[in-house]
Structures are given as C-alpha cells and as structure tokens.
C-alpha cells in the first residue's frame, strides 16, 4: 500500500490580516499533483484541516473545490481527513455520507476509543484490498490510556492479518522538534505532550499531525509529515509531504519526504537575536538595490528588532524600510513585533500585537499567562482545560458524537 500523508492545511488562515488564499491553493495542489504522479492508494490528512474550528464560508469553498481537483486528478486514489484541535469536529463531518460517495471519509468525532468495536465499525477505511486507515482524529489526551491502547490492538486484530494498517492520529508526541509552536515541557501548541508509545504498537505506520515542522519519529514507524506551507515566521525549514509505502503487515515502512515548491515565504530579518532600527533601514536599502538583493521574490518579511532602552523605531524609519522592501517586490509585515530588550522589562517579554493574540489558540493564551506569572498546569489540569475548550467550541457534541454511533 502507498500512501501520501500531509496535516495541518490551515486552510483560511491569515498572516497577520494578509490573505493567503492564492498561496494554500498552490501548496494543497502541490501535493495534489504528486499525489496523481505516484498514483497512491490513499490521501491521508491528518488534522487541522481549517485554521478554526469555525470557517468562513471562504474557506469551506476552498476545501470543496481542491478535494474535488484531488478526486478528479487521483480517481482511484481513497481521500481520508481527520479533525485536528483548530478544526470543528461535528462541523467537518457533518457531509460525511454525501462525501463517502465520492471516496472522501472525513472523520470529526472519534466515538469511544476505549471501545475496539468502534475501530471497525467507525474509523477503519479499507483501501481497495492493498490495507488499512485508521482514521482517528484529535483525541483530548486524558482518553489517551490503556484502555485505548489495548482497543487499538484489539481492533486491528480483527483485520486481515496480512494487510499493512496506518493509524492517523493529531497529536503532540515527545520526543520532537517543535520549533514554531508555542510550548513548555509538557504543553506544545495547546496540547498535552503524549509519549509515543501510547498511540500502541499494532499499526505499521502512524500518521501523525499537529507538529508542523517534518521529522520521523525514533524507530521509523510513526512521522509528522508537517504543514504544506509555513504558517508562522518561525517555521524557518523545508515544508513537504510524505510518500509511505508498505508492503504488508509487520513490514518496516519506506518513507520518502518531498519537499514543496513554496510561492510566497516567510522570511525574518535579524534573526533570533535581532538587529537595530539603522541596521534594519540598512538592511532593507540593500533589498531594493538589484546587485545586493537577497529575499526571494514574493516574501512576506517580518524584521526582528533589538531596541535599546531609550531607543524608538521612528515612522519615517519604518515608512523606508516598507517602501524599500516593496521595491525588492516583497512584503513587508511586521515592524517592531519581536523585540529582544537588553534587560528584563519586568514582564519576560514583549508584548503581542492585536494580530498576533488573534492567532493564539485558548490554550496558547492559559500556556502564555503561566509562563509570564511564573506558575504552571499540571497535565491533569491542562487535559481539563482542553475539555472545556473542546465543550464551548461544540455545544451539543457529546449529542452529535451519540448520533453517529
């Protein structure tokens, strides 16, 4: 079996109140395109497929006409997505029978995952003969536990023995990277940081998203494919896809990541330590001059800075440093957001600006709150606030997931 993984589309998603439609539509049909040349078996998304839990009808849109593309340009191909943490789970699965005829399983409830029955009856995908999906979506982690574990395994013995079985799953699991999301030790972009052997040892493959950034876990059975494209400046490395083959159940897979054309990136100016305002008009003079030019065509650009005490980013400073970085036919989006200060300024960090606290998930805000109070959740406490967050964003789930029982 062959499969393409990708996660966290993000699709309607902003760059501080940039739109980035034209830029989704290249990266999904990026992979719709290698999907269709490594003729796979399946496409498997594996969470985040919206930026929030309530799109915009924008976004929806979006999402129709690219699975669509993807039906048409990959017929023979099983399309499965899963809710992420930023996706509506009853919203995005509320079509699921009318896309069932089309060969799209969308799964947004996962029903009891302490119940191996509901494996078979509601999240197994047989793919034409060749294997299995498991098409688990996010999962708060307080049900992450032995008993899944052991529903997991008994499941999948129910299953043709001789068939590969893929596992999708969003979650955050230790032992990563997980540069571009906001964290701590036990809490990595609002989720409760799980160990990897809890998802179980029975599938051969397991889809993970969530993390962003790609990497394969230790032991080559379980990978974060990443975003298609960057969603924040601070995913500064290749985004890609993987193509997973598998020849039968028990075989080790053969993951090969390919990276994706980016159309317009995300470039930061001054690095992690920052530069001065002079430094930073310097710097963007030399953008717009042809022979010193460096930012690849297209960038949103964003400018760390280190501002002195004292020492102010002034509008004509800030008004060339826009103009110049136009004329290197560029972006230029944020001025004076990420500040490195020489001393403490008492609050631990700079303030955010109104775009970036709108990207901020519930969970980010709590995470953000302790770290600048000084105190801290316990992974007890940190699972009950994300079933609270998961119990205002779905009124009535608890209605919806007895429904689809």
Not at 175 to 184: A, E, K, L, P, S
Not at 215 to 223: N, P, W
Not at 246 to 275: F, S, Y
Request: some cysteine; overall charge negative; hydrophobic content about 40%.
């Amino acid at each position: 079996m062959i499969i393409l993984h990708t996660s966290d589309w993000h699709l309607g998603a902003q760059l501080h109140g940039y739109d980035r439609t034209d830029a989704q539509f290249a990266a999904i049909r990026n992979i719709i395109n290698v999907a269709a040349q490594r003729k796979v078996d399946a496409v498997v998304v594996s969470g985040d497929v919206f930026d929030v839990s309530a799109p915009s009808s924008m976004a929806q849109n979006m999402l129709s006409q690219l699975l669509g593309e993807m039906r048409r340009a990959c017929p023979d191909a099983r399309i499965i997505l899963t809710a992420g943490n930023h996706d509506g789970a009853s919203r995005l699965q509320a079509f699921r029978q009318i896309f069932d005829i089309a060969g799209i399983t969308v799964v947004g409830v996962p029903g009891r995952v302490d119940d191996p029955s509901n494996f078979a009856d509601r999240l197994v995908v047989d793919i034409a003969g060749k294997g299995y999906v498991i098409a688990l979506p996010y999962v708060n982690t307080r049900l992450l536990n032995d008993d899944f574990r052991k529903a997991v395994a008994e499941g999948v013995g129910r299953l043709d023995a001789s068939r590969p079985v893929v596992l999708m799953a969003h979650q955050a699991v230790s032992g990563c990277v997980f540069r571009g999301h906001t964290q701590t030790d036990t809490i990595v972009g609002g989720l409760s940081v799980v160990a990897a052997d809890i998802l179980g040892g029975a599938a051969d493959y397991v889809a993970l998203g969530h993390i962003h950034k790609p990497q394969t876990l230790k032991g080559g059975h379980a990978r974060y494919s990443g975003s298609p494209l960057q969603v924040s400046f601070d995913e500064d490395y290749p985004h890609s896809v993987s193509i997973v083959e598998i020849a039968g159940r028990g075989a080790r897979p053969v993951i090969e990541e390919v990276q994706l054309d980016v159309t317009q990136p995300l470039v930061t100016i001054g690095g992690e330590d920052g530069i001065s305002p002079d430094e930073a008009v310097e710097r963007a003079r030399r953008e717009a001059d042809p022979d010193t030019r460096s930012l690849p065509p297209g960038a949103y650009v964003r400018i760390n800075l280190n501002i002195a005490p004292g020492q102010t980013l002034t509008s004509a400073q800030e008004t060339e440093i826009r103009q110049a970085i136009d004329e290197a036919g560029c972006t230029y989006v944020l001025s004076n957001i990420r500040v490195a200060r020489h001393e403490a300024d008492g609050a631990g960090s700079a303030p955010l600006s109104v775009a970036e606290f709108r990207r901020l998930t519930p969970q980010d805000v709590a995470i953000d709150y302790c770290r600048r109070t000084g105190c801290s959740l316990t992974d007890e406490q940190m699972a009950l606030f994300n079933e609270v967050v998961d119990l205002v964003r779905e009124p009535g789930g608890d209605d919806d997931e007895n429904d689809e029982k």
